[in-house]
Nanobody, 120 residues
Framework: QVQLVESGGGLVQPGGSLRLSCVASGDIRSVYTMGWYRQVPGKQRELVATITQGGTTNYADFMKGQFTISRDNAKNTVYLQMNSLKPEDTAVYYC??????????????WGKGTLVTVSS
């Protein structure tokens, strides 16, 4: 069984920063691409950023350098550094990872999400 657990969300003022973390644990053989998505109630979940096992990153167009994704392969952890936060960044942020285990082929797993609220 595999679990992804996000942390680091919370309330922050406009212009502030937050760093999200997501740890994958369980019966893991290998962790491939990891990423972050976000969802506002009533809207579709949207891509924020992804990062491959080798460190190649991909960002949504709206990022414009505002967020930075990184990972620590030894810890099966992915991070999202969020700077210059705006009220429109308020959302539930979900971690995802493509993982193989000792008993399954590659499969996408999701965390339960962490709420980020940007408000004064």
């Amino acid at each position: 069984q595999v679990q992804l657990v996000e942390s680091g969300g919370g309330l922050v003022q406009p212009g502030g920063s937050l760093r999200l973390s997501c740890v994958a644990s369980g019966d893991i053989r290998s962790v491939y691409t990891m990423g972050w998505y976000r969802q506002v109630p009533g809207k579709q979940r949207e891509l924020v950023a992804t990062i491959t096992q080798g460190g190649t990153t991909n960002y949504a167009d709206f990022m414009k350098g505002q967020f930075t994704i990184s990972r620590d392969n030894a810890k099966n952890t992915v991070y999202l550094q969020m700077n210059s936060l705006k009220p429109e960044d308020t959302a539930v942020y979900y971690c995802t990872a493509q993982i193989t285990t000792t008993t399954t082929y590659i499969k996408a797993y999701w965390g339960k999400g962490t709420l980020v609220t940007v408000s004064s």
